[in-house]
């Protein structure tokens, strides 16, 4: 009996390791976190690029090309890479250029100017746009406290960007304004996802094709533009390079789950979580710095991330 018992033992370990974790894929408020917490990291890393003169179009291709490196072994291992057709190559041509390409190149052009810290806080402004959005048409929408948690994370973004436009630093009106374009492109991105989502489909397989057609629109845009693909300018950082490719390509197998499990209202919510880890990430790693005030808008933020935590597990 009692070798019986030893032997079953680290069986029962493992299958509840595997229980957790796949409890923890599976639970959007785990996935809000760990989706906004990989996507708060790309604002100090695009800001190295821009320093090292890295095009926003070639770090933008970078980002696609690794979610589909490190998820093109996984998909074939499963055997789930099926060539999308019908809808799904449908979603996959208007997802990518709806939620990668044009975002992307926002972001990247705009963290050189406006610095990592206040673009990553525009994701705070996503939520609003997609909430107003979703109740447009009429899609899922969250309950009063998470409303509240929405309304709050707005306030802060709102405390931020005043502080932000009058420091002596503030960045010239149009990268503002190019800024504020970022959270409304995501918002349409979020709604579309949603709305549009083939039947049956896998998150990993649309993922690894949406980015795929990315790559795709970025290198026609670089041999028009450019006449080039100019992959050298990464040898000027390659560490940072490969870094970025590694955090895009766990950030999007997370954030299509999420896009799944919880909807548009609640995937804009990474906004919120991205922004706080970005402003933190500029000021001890790029040295950024920012006045008690738009410090006090990040806390308020911050408020509005945990009301909605709890929001969520509420509904749960």
Request: net charge positive; with cysteine.
């Amino acid at each position: 009996m009692s070798l019986s018992t030893a032997s079953n033992t680290p069986e029962k370990t493992i299958k509840g390791k595997d229980i957790k974790s796949e409890s923890v894929l599976k639970s959007p408020t785990s996935l809000l976190l760990i989706t906004g917490t990989l996507i708060g990291f790309n604002f100090p890393l695009g800001k190295i690029a821009g320093e090292a003169n890295v095009s926003p179009m070639i770090w933008a291709l970078l980002v696609s090309a690794g979610v589909c490196c490190l998820l093109l072994p996984n998909l074939l291992f499963r055997k789930q890479l099926t060539v999308p057709k019908g809808k799904t190559l449908r979603y996959t041509i208007l997802s990518a250029l709806i939620s990668f390409v044009v975002p992307n190149l926002l972001l990247f052009s705009v963290i050189p100017h406006a610095g990592a810290g206040y673009t990553g806080l525009m994701f705070a402004l996503s939520p609003v746009f997609t909430l107003a959005l979703a109740t447009l048409f009429r899609l899922k929408t969250p309950n009063i406290l998470g409303v509240i948690g929405i309304a709050i994370g707005l306030a802060g973004a709102i405390v931020v960007s005043i502080t932000r436009a009058g420091s002596a630093e503030a960045p010239e009106l149009i990268w503002i304004i190019a800024a504020i374009l970022i959270p409304l492109t995501l918002a349409c991105g979020n709604i579309y996802r949603t709305i549009d989502w083939p039947e049956n489909a896998l998150p990993d397989g649309l993922a690894f094709w949406s980015h795929s057609f990315a790559i795709f629109v970025f290198i026609i845009l670089l041999i028009a533009t450019k006449g080039t693909i100019p992959i050298s300018e990464l040898s000027a950082i390659p560490w940072i390079a490969v870094t970025q490719a590694v955090v895009a390509g766990l950030t999007f197998p997370a954030f299509f789950r999420l896009q799944q499990k919880g909807g548009p209202v609640l995937l804009s919510q990474i906004g919120y979580v991205a922004a706080a880890v970005g402003l933190i990430t500029a000021t001890f790693i790029l040295d950024e710095r920012y006045s008690l005030f738009t410090w006090g808008g990040a806390g308020i933020i911050a408020i509005g991330i945990v009301i909605t935590i709890i929001s969520q597990r509420q509904k749960a």
